[in-house]
C-alpha cells in the first residue's frame, strides 16, 4: 500500500498548489485586503513527510526497508515580491498622486507553474493507477494459487 499513499499524498500537495495558484490569479488586482494592503503574492510550500535531511540520507543510500510516507504541505507562504503602480486617478484606492498599488502577480507565470502542477498531479494519478493494478493484479494471481 505505501506506493498508493505516497501517490494520494502526491495529489492532495499538488491539488493544494492548485488552490494557491488559482488563488493568486483570481487576486491580481486586489487593491486592498482585510488588513489594508494590496494582496500579497502566495506560494505553497512542500516536501518529504520525513523531512529534508532523511529524504537525501534515504535516496543516498541503499533501500534499507524504512517504508517511506509520500509528501506534504510545510506553509503557504507570502513571497516577497514587490508591488506594482498602475496610474488610475479615478480608482477609489489611489493615492494623492493618482497611483493604485496592485500585486505584482504575473498572469503568465502563474498559467505557466498551474501547468506544471497539474502535469505533476496527473504524474501522481497515474502512478496511483499503477499501484492499483498492480495490486489487483497480484490479488489475482493468489486467488489462483
Same mark, same amino acid.
Request: proline share 5%; charged share 20%.
Given at each position: 500500500? $505505501? !506506493?498508493?499513499?505516497? /501517490?494520494?499524498?502526491? +495529489?492532495?500537495?499538488?491539488?493544494?498548489? +492548485?488552490?494557491? *495558484? @488559482?488563488?493568486? *490569479?483570481?487576486?491580481?488586482?486586489?487593491?486592498?485586503?482585510?488588513?489594508?494592503?494590496?494582496? %500579497?503574492?502566495?506560494?505553497? %510550500?512542500?516536501?518529504?513527510?520525513?523531512?529534508?535531511?532523511e529524504a537525501l540520507r534515504q535516496t543516498l /543510500? @541503499?533501500?534499507?526497508?524504512i517504508p517511506r510516507k509520500g509528501v506534504m %504541505?510545510?506553509?503557504?507562504? @507570502?513571497?516577497?515580491?514587490?508591488?506594482?503602480?498602475?496610474?488610475?486617478?479615478?480608482?477609489?484606492?489611489?493615492?494623492?498622486?493618482?497611483? %493604485?498599488?496592485?500585486? &505584482? *502577480?504575473?498572469?503568465? $507565470? $502563474?498559467?505557466?507553474?498551474? *501547468?506544471?502542477?497539474?502535469? /505533476?498531479? $496527473?504524474?501522481?494519478?497515474?502512478?496511483?493507477? &499503477?499501484?492499483?493494478?498492480?495490486? /489487483? !493484479? @497480484? +490479488?489475482? +494471481?493468489?486467488?489462483? &494459487?
Amino acid at each position: 500500500m $505505501e !506506493a498508493m499513499e505516497i /501517490s494520494r499524498s502526491g +495529489l492532495d500537495v499538488e491539488w493544494r498548489r +492548485l488552490e494557491v *495558484i @488559482a488563488a493568486n *490569479i483570481a487576486n491580481m488586482n486586489t487593491t486592498r485586503t482585510a488588513d489594508g494592503g494590496p494582496y %500579497v503574492t502566495r506560494r505553497l %510550500v512542500s516536501g518529504p513527510v520525513d523531512g529534508f535531511p532523511e529524504a537525501l540520507r534515504q535516496t543516498l /543510500s @541503499a533501500y534499507d526497508g524504512i517504508p517511506r510516507k509520500g509528501v506534504m %504541505v510545510y506553509d503557504i507562504a @507570502a513571497t516577497n515580491a514587490a508591488s506594482r503602480q498602475v496610474y488610475d486617478p479615478g480608482h477609489p484606492h489611489a493615492d494623492e498622486a493618482g497611483f %493604485v498599488t496592485l500585486p &505584482a *502577480i504575473s498572469q503568465a $507565470e $502563474e498559467m505557466a507553474l498551474m *501547468i506544471k502542477t497539474q502535469r /505533476s498531479y $496527473e504524474a501522481n494519478l497515474v502512478a496511483l493507477t &499503477a499501484a492499483t493494478q498492480m495490486y /489487483s !493484479a @497480484a +490479488l489475482q +494471481l493468489g486467488r489462483q &494459487a
